[in-house]
């Protein structure tokens, strides 16, 4: 039997499917967001062809998908209703999504460009973090641009919604390429009178000086925390001991630390170069009485030596794995490890000794494991 392939990612089975065969499959599926109908279509096989544990995984994956979709619904429709009862008028978006086979907590929202800056008030207090600078001329220029917002929620499932703003008549007349971007906006912040400076920032760039040494890549992306539910399993996938020396690169609000410092009792380095959240992490360290496990360094990864690391634990931007990874290879002592986990497909460059997908009830990943 061949699924359709624009619905599920399971090829012809010559006989009976391994368990590592379908876990495989698996990973390939959630890589591609077609979890729910690949293990739907895996179930449909000849009840030759899959095993019990590979039968008990597939329903696994099914159960959580649909789990994941009820609590996003559920969380959509509380937010909604805060918004309408503090006087914005916001309305689901899923056009671009089935809202029944949901890999991780999101759902996404319609509200009036004018009610923006309400609506962000309103949503911060609800525990969304934007991931924008909203003050100065950078804020007044992403305002009139920008049609989408992502914005994470700090909760147990690190919840992902994304705000549609319609955007304005004047900002339809100008290409997306000919709009100002965050490259411009961490070179000089304009006061709010002065938003349209960065017009000719963006001009100096499109004309191939002036920013010779500013990286492209964008400072917007959300903080997004691994789901609580899965760290556990993750500890376990990489064997961390009371003996490792654990750090988490990019630690956010320090979640993986403690929960590594509590479970494993190991030693937790944790790195994060925004102010905020590193100040989240230090208090959540306090909160739990774990300092004298886990420290928290604000700062770049790329101004600090850990080649004592016994673990590396990286919950990153795909983007930016292939260049971390082997400067750690090269920093790292023989026997160290570097666990990865993410939805989206890594790089082909990089080839983990060991890939597995990782799902319960309320949180799906895949996890990837390299062993120096």
Not at 11 to 25: A, F, K, M, N, Y
Not at 145 to 168: C, E, P, Y
Not at 232 to 237: R, Y
């Amino acid at each position: 039997m061949r699924a359709s392939p624009d619905t599920a990612l399971v090829p012809d089975p010559p006989g009976e499917l391994s368990l590592d065969r379908v876990e495989q499959i698996l990973c390939a599926a959630i890589h591609a967001q077609k979890l729910r109908a690949t293990a739907e279509s895996l179930l449909a096989l000849n009840s030759e062809v899959l095993d019990a544990a590979s039968e008990a995984l597939a329903r696994s994956a099914i159960a959580a998908c649909k789990s994941i979709s009820a609590q996003s619904r559920q969380i959509q429709d509380e937010t909604i209703q805060v918004l309408n009862t503090c006087g914005v008028s916001a309305t689901p978006d899923n056009s671009d999504r089935d809202t029944s086979a949901l890999q991780y907590h999101a759902f996404a929202l319609r509200i009036e460009r004018r009610q923006l800056d309400l609506a962000l008030d309103i949503l911060a207090d609800l525990g969304f973090r934007c991931p924008a600078r909203r003050s100065g001329g950078e804020w007044e220029c992403r305002k009139r641009f920008l049609d989408k917002l992502d914005l994470i929620k700090v909760d147990a499932g690190s919840t992902r919604l994304v705000l549609h703003a319609n955007r304005s008549p004047g900002a339809k007349r100008i290409p997306k390429r000919l709009q100002p971007t965050a490259a411009e906006f961490r070179l000089v912040r304009f006061p709010k009178s002065l938003w349209w400076l960065y017009f000719a920032l963006l001009s100096a760039r499109l004309a191939k000086r002036f920013r010779k040494n500013v990286s492209s890549d964008s400072d917007d992306w959300p903080f997004l925390g691994t789901p609580v539910s899965l760290i556990p399993p993750l500890l376990e996938f990489a064997e961390v001991n009371s003996s490792d020396t654990l750090v988490d690169i990019g630690c956010g609000d320090g979640r993986v630390l403690t929960e590594a410092a509590r479970l494993k009792r190991c030693r937790c380095i944790g790195v994060e170069r925004d102010p905020a959240l590193a100040e989240l992490a230090r208090t959540r360290v306090q909160k739990l009485e774990l300092a004298g496990r886990v420290s928290i360094i604000e700062g770049n990864f790329a101004d600090q030596n850990f080649d004592q690391a016994d673990v590396v634990f990286l919950f990153l931007p795909v983007r930016s794995l292939a260049g971390l990874i082997e400067t750690l290879s090269r920093q790292l002592m023989p026997g160290s490890r570097i666990v990865v986990h993410e939805q989206e497909q890594p790089p082909p460059s990089l080839k983990p000794a060991l890939s597995r997908p990782v799902f319960n009830a309320s949180a799906i990943t895949v996890a990837h494991l390299w062993r120096l």
